[in-house]
């Protein structure tokens, strides 16, 4: 069953996670808003593929910055240093894989039902830090120009 949560801005389902595929990985499908940022972050534990379904996804890892379309995907390994972001003026759809499961627990235990209600910061630091996640810089702190 598919879960739907607000996620900093962000409309994030849930197709599967550990409790369909036993913790091999997660599946979730992204519908992001023109200009939405990711911080700059790394996973240590788990990698995450991005596969673009509409749009386009700029996404910067270490110091390379690619510019997927429709049909493209890129995978980003553990411990790589990345961010995604929407530049153009038309929203974009994804789906993320992310493996081994981890990610789907910090969406679901932080996103919200509600577009305008803010996430709970300490659960989100919390949450991140059990999953192995690492906020290195904000949303914007990389260069945005195509």
Not at 35 to 54: D, F, I, K
Not at 58 to 74: D, H, I, R, Y
């Amino acid at each position: 069953m598919t879960q739907s949560f607000w996620f900093f801005g962000s409309r994030l389902n849930i197709i599967a996670d550990h409790t369909t595929t036993r913790g091999q990985y997660d599946l979730i499908e992204g519908y992001f808003s023109p200009g939405t940022q990711t911080p700059l972050h790394r996973h240590t534990r788990y990698s995450e593929q991005l596969y673009v379904l509409e749009g386009e996804f700029t996404v910067w890892v270490g110091e390379n910055k690619f510019t997927l379309s429709a049909g493209e995907n890129f995978l980003i390994s553990p411990c790589r240093p990345h961010s995604i972001g929407v530049f153009s003026d038309q929203p974009a759809r994804g789906l993320v894989v992310a493996a081994p499961s981890s990610f789907a627990r910090l969406i679901a235990a932080v996103g919200t039902l509600d577009e305008t209600a803010a996430p709970d910061m300490a659960l989100f630091e919390r949450i991140s830090a059990e999953i192995g996640d690492e906020i290195l810089a904000p949303p914007g702190a990389l260069e945005t120009s195509k």
